[in-house]
C-alpha cells in the first residue's frame, strides 16, 4: 500500500482524543502512520497525547490559524504519498483506509476522496458534514447525497455506489499529497468552513476528479468547534462561499451569480433580523463587507486559476427545490440537471 498518512487536527479537543482516537489507532495503524497536529491548544490537549498515546506523532501549530492554515502548516512536514485529514469527532470503523486508498490507486486522476460519513448519535442517519459525497449548485450552495440543507437521509444504502463528486468532506478527506501541495493546499483566508469545496474545485479546474467512497464508512459528532447556532460560523459560511464564488465561478457567470446572491442573501439577513437573530444578521453584513474590503486579495487569487467547466455542479437552484418544490431527497433531483 502506498505510504499514508492519518493526521487528526487537534484545538482543544482533548475530551473527543480520549473518546476516538484509540479506534483509530486500532483500525489504522497498520495501514498509516497515526498523526495529531495541534493548533496551539490551551486544554492540555498535547500533555495528553505524550502521556497516554506515545506511538503516535504529534506536530505543534505555533497558532491556532483554523481548519485551513491549522492543515496547511501541519501537512508541510509530514512525509506520505496520501493524507487522510480526519476530524477528532470521528469515529472510523474496521477496514475503512483500504478501500479508498485501492480506488485512487486505480485511477491516477483521482485527487481526492471521502468515505460514507455516518452520524454518530443517529447512526442510521447520515451526517450533515458530507453524507455521501458534495455537491453544488449553480449560485454556490453546497448539499449532499444524503443531506439537503438541514434535512438528513436515513442510510438505506440508496447511494452505497462509487460516484464522482464536486467536493470531498474535510472532516474525513483522502487527498494526494503531491496534488495538495502543487495546488496551494487550502486557502488560509479561509479560516475554516468551505475551504474543502474550495480546493475541490481548484484541482477540478485542472481536470482531477473527486470521489465519493462508500465502502468505507465513518461516524461524526458535528459541530465539535463551533456549535451549529454560532454567529461566527454564520460569518465564515457566509464569507467564505462569496469568495468561494469570486475565484472559480468563469468569467460568463460571475455578474448573474453575484446578483442573484445579494438578493438570496439580503432574504437570509432580513430573516435572522425578523426572528430575532441580530448577531446572524450582522454576521450577513459582515462577511459582505470583508469581501469587498478585500476584494484586490480576490482577484490575484482568482486570476492564477485556468477557469474550466467542471462536474457535478446543479445547474438548478437547490433552494428553490429544497424550499419550493419541496424536494428533500438528493434522488429526487433530476440527474440530467448535473454537469457532466
Known sequence: MAKTAVVILNWNGKEFLKKFLPSVILHSKSFADIIVADNASSDGSVAFLTDNFPEITIIRNAENGGFAKGYNDALAHVDADYYILLNSDIEVSENWIQPVIELMENDSQIAACQPTIRSYHHPEKFEYAGAAG??????????????????????????????????????????????FKKFGGFDNDFFAHMEEIDFCWRIKHAGYKVMACPASKVFHVGGGTLPKQSSFKTYLNMRNNIVLLYKNLPAERLVQVFILRLIL????????????????????????????????????????????RVSCIYHGNIVVAHFLAGKKKFSEIPSRKFSS
Open 134 to 179: 458534495g455537491f453544488i449548485d449553480k449560485y454556490g450552495y453546497p448539499f449532499c447525497r444524503g443531506r439537503i440543507f438541514q434535512h438528513l437521509e436515513d442510510d438505506n444504502e440508496q447511494y452505497n455506489n462509487p460516484v464522482e463528486i464536486f467536493w470531498a468532506t474535510g472532516a474525513c478527506m483522502f487527498v494526494r499529497a503531491d496534488v
Open 265 to 308: 442573501d439580503g432574504v437570509a439577513a432580513f430573516k435572522f433580523l425578523v426572528d430575532g437573530g441580530f448577531a446572524d444578521f450582522w454576521a450577513v453584513v459582515r462577511a459582505h463587507m470583508s469581501f469587498y474590503r478585500r476584494f484586490h486579495i480576490h482577484r490575484k487569487k482568482r486570476s492564477a486559476i485556468k477557469h474550466r
